[in-house]
């Protein structure tokens, strides 16, 4: 019998999001008439709000690693109005199991993750094979039924709205590159702003019109990009809200950045892209489509996983020469 109502708890990053979504379309392929909600934090919630698998975004009013035991039960409370069947806990940490149960949600789904005994009443154990995080959502999916990562996901963007927001600034006829050159994670999974600045003046020395895209937390790499191109590139760094961004992305005819947020929403569209991956690993977050194409150099102190070089010379990013990657994205 399909449930009525599911309530999945979300990822925090952007990008795990992104994936998730593959998640959300295993559920309504599995239970088409079942009505699906995604409880995450505020700052993802644009990007939920556009995908067509999730009847209700419900945003988190928790601030990154807060835990607030009052305010989640009275989010927990609030919600047992909506009479939710299932609870799909996406993340394994003990706070994030706690409003599904006072929700009183009879099937918590999820992982054990840490202290979550009597938290997750329904769950499953993490096969370790299981390296892409991708896959390790599906394996939350209704039943675990065999479900391929090949499930076509997309975004609803706005391309009209896109076109609209910059009038006077782009042709129909005009082929645009989108480049994101930030990484909230940290410098180690960023590739030189000076590397982003080549393939930059050659797109635009071959007719193309260059976007940058980005938070406001990018802003200094706009601002060197801008005097490194001579202000020849469009910069939307920190002056676009989210989903915005996404009606831009939907116009580009290539894209590239580094591993990170934007890098998955590339992929969800289906953009021709290059992926740029340093200290993180291709291998578990790869951008999940057929038109990307990554770049990565295996070192040997390769991945990392670190926030900043421990080797203190960044040469997973620094040999990525420019020149191969125009050679893949204009």
């Known amino acids: 019998m399909s449930p009525q109502k599911i309530l999945v708890l979300g990822p925090s990053w952007l990008g795990d999001m992104v994936m998730a979504q593959k998640l959300f379309k295993a559920i309504k392929n599995h239970y088409p008439k079942s009505e699906l909600h995604v409880a995450s934090p505020i700052w993802t919630i644009p990007l939920v709000s556009r995908m067509p698998e999730v009847d209700k975004p419900i945003p988190l009013p928790f601030s990154h690693g807060e835990l607030n035991l009052v305010k989640r039960y009275q989010l927990g409370k609030s919600l047992r109005i909506e009479g939710y069947t299932q609870a799909i806990i996406l993340t394994n940490s003990f706070k994030s199991a706690l409003i599904p149960l006072f929700a009183n949600i009879p099937k918590r789904t999820g992982f054990l993750g840490e202290m979550r005994f009597g938290l997750i009443n329904d769950r499953i154990k ?5 390296y892409r995080t991708v896959d390790q959502f599906l394996a939350l999916a209704p039943k675990n039924k065999n479900v391929k990562t090949s499930l076509l996901t997309c975004l609803i963007s706005k391309p009209h709205e896109a076109r609209k927001f910059l009038k006077g600034k782009l042709k129909i006829s005009d082929k645009i590159l989108g480049i994101a050159p930030g990484a909230e994670y940290g410098e180690a999974k960023r590739w030189p702003v ?4 080549k393939v930059a003046i050659k797109a635009i020395d071959k007719g193309w ?3 940058l895209l980005g938070s406001a937390n990018d802003h200094d790499l706009g601002r060197s990009l801008d005097q490194l191109t001579k202000n020849k590139v469009i910069n939307l760094i920190g002056k676009t809200k989210l989903e915005e961004v996404i009606d831009v992305m939907s116009i580009c005819n290539s894209f590239l950045s580094n591993d990170s947020g934007l890098m998955h929403v590339a992929a969800s569209m289906g953009i021709k892209q290059v ?3 340093g200290s993180s690993d291709p291998k578990k977050t790869p951008p999940l489509s057929r038109h990307a194409e990554i770049m990565y150099l295996s070192l040997s102190c390769s991945p990392c996983f670190e926030r900043s070089c421990p080797l203190q010379h960044t040469n997973c990013l620094k040999n990525i020469k420019p ?3 125009i050679r893949k994205v204009i």
């Open 126 to 130: 993490k096969d370790k094979s299981l």
């Open 194 to 197: 000076e590397h982003f600045a």
């Open 209 to 211: 019109k260059v976007i």
């Open 275 to 277: 992926a740029i991956f």
């Open 323 to 325: 020149e191969e990657v």
